[in-house]
């Protein structure tokens, strides 16, 4: 009988996160505050949830949405590193000593990491900035990195290691 009970409340909660996923969707999209617009939201919203709430966030814990949020901050100082390092590689490609500034490494490292999530999502981050490249990434948190230029090469793993084991609960 306990176990019912716990399914039911699992089953509750994730029809709740996607409701209120839903909903804060619609209005985002929409933009619109009008009593009659807000309610369609909310009738919409209710029908994804009740038909779709074990698909989107089936066994959603306390720590998923923990998660999610500390990914929610992890995203914009990601992309302010992108940016960066576009204008890193936009100075290297047009400088007129363009031959003498590109010097290309090939470095490895231990991160530490332990779950696959967090190692996936360091790689996709190194990759996703401009003048580096994830070569392999194994299961031990070995990685071994292409990168453009010393400068480049000397921020890896840094931050944004210690940003990502902060995102999946994995600081030393």
């Not at 807000?38 to 814990?61: C, E, K, Q, R």
């Not at 470095?107 to 994830?134: C, E, H, R, W």
């Amino acid at each position: 009988m306990p176990q019912k009970e716990n399914e039911k409340k699992a089953g509750f909660f994730s029809f709740m996160i996607t409701f209120v996923f839903m909903f804060v969707t619609w209005i985002i999209l929409s933009g619109y505050f009008e009593p009659l617009l807000l309610g369609l939201g909310v009738v919409s919203s209710l029908a994804i949830a009740w038909f779709f709430h074990d698909l989107l966030f089936a066994g959603a814990t306390v720590q998923d949405i923990k998660v999610f949020l500390r990914f929610c901050q992890y995203a914009p100082w990601l992309i302010i590193e992108i940016i960066k390092a576009n204008f890193h590689l936009l100075f290297l490609v047009f400088h007129p000593r363009m031959h003498q500034l590109i010097d290309p490494h090939i470095i490895q490292f231990q991160t530490g990491l332990k779950s696959d999530i967090a190692i996936t999502t360091l790689a996709n981050a190194i990759t996703l900035t401009p003048g580096t490249v994830t070569i392999t990434a194994n299961a031990e948190g070995g990685f071994r990195v292409h990168a453009i230029d010393r400068q480049s090469a000397q921020g890896l793993p840094g931050v944004m290691r210690d940003r990502v084991a902060h995102v999946f609960g994995e600081n030393r």
